[in-house]
């Protein structure tokens, strides 16, 4: 199995219900921030990015809210599927994506 | 083919041994990126190249050096293995004004005995 997780916040959510990922940055200079999903046995995949112009970005199923005030973003997952189960990575940078900087990760897993 | 090709993804080697892990990428990006993921320690940079004349020293280059052989091609290699650099390595790609962040390939999974 992977071990990439073994010492990861876990975070427990019925399959249908959402999901709420919280992460906390450390640069107040960084202007530009990414979520990523990572499955067993694979590379970090992009899930959605959000500029620090905005508060809040939606995609399919995801949306990702920025407050910069507390430096924390989250990525919300609605009706989170057994797809979903994986470790979920935040990343922060300034202006374009080069030097990326990223969170531990939080893993999640959707019970049915 | 996937756009970040990774080799190997798994090796065993001993302690004192040199080791290469290539990476190439058909994205067309000029930016690449090596990292080292541990448990509970997230994705941290070890070398990184904006162009093939590029290289950079990320947070934790000690015991690794990288050559960028083409735009294409980006390797990184353990002078002489230890231990503690048994870890998964990730290569990744980015292109000047990417909106979405970096392209990873799958992973080598190191071992160091």
């Known amino acids: 199995g992977e071990s990439v997780g073994l010492h990861l916040p876990t975070l427990s959510v019925q399959e249908g219900d959402n999901s709420i990922i919280n992460c906390a940055y450390s640069?107040?200079?960084?202007?530009?921030f990414i979520w990523y999903k990572q499955e067993s046995g694979k590379g970090p995949q992009f899930i959605i990015d959000?500029?620090?112009?905005?508060d809040k970005r939606q995609g399919q199923r995801v949306t990702v809210l920025l407050n910069k005030t507390v430096k924390h973003l989250s990525l919300q997952i609605a009706a989170t599927q057994p797809g979903d189960s994986a470790v979920y990575f935040c990343a922060e940078g300034g202006g374009t994506a080069s030097k990326l900087t990223f969170g531990t990760g939080t893993r999640l897993q959707v019970t049915l | 083919d996937a756009d970040v090709t990774q080799t190997p993804r798994n090796r065993i080697t001993k302690t004192g041994k040199r080791i290469m892990l290539e990476c190439s990428q058909t994205?067309?990006?000029?930016?690449m990126y090596w990292y080292r993921q541990d448990p509970g320690l997230g994705l941290r940079l070890i070398y990184y190249?904006?162009?093939?004349?590029?290289?950079n020293k990320g947070e934790i280059s000690d015991g690794y050096s990288v050559s960028r052989q083409a735009q294409a091609k980006f390797s990184l290699s353990l002078e002489s293995a230890i231990p503690n650099q048994t870890a998964l390595y990730f290569c990744?790609?980015?292109?000047?004004?990417?909106?979405?962040?970096?392209?990873f390939g799958s992973g080598t999974r190191l071992t160091v005995v």
């Open positions: 640069n107040s200079a960084s202007d530009y």
């Open positions: 959000i500029r620090s112009n905005m």
């Open positions: 990744a790609t980015s292109g000047i004004d990417s909106d979405y962040g970096y392209t």
């Open positions: 190249s904006f162009d093939v004349k590029d290289i």
């Open positions: 994205k067309g990006h000029d930016r």
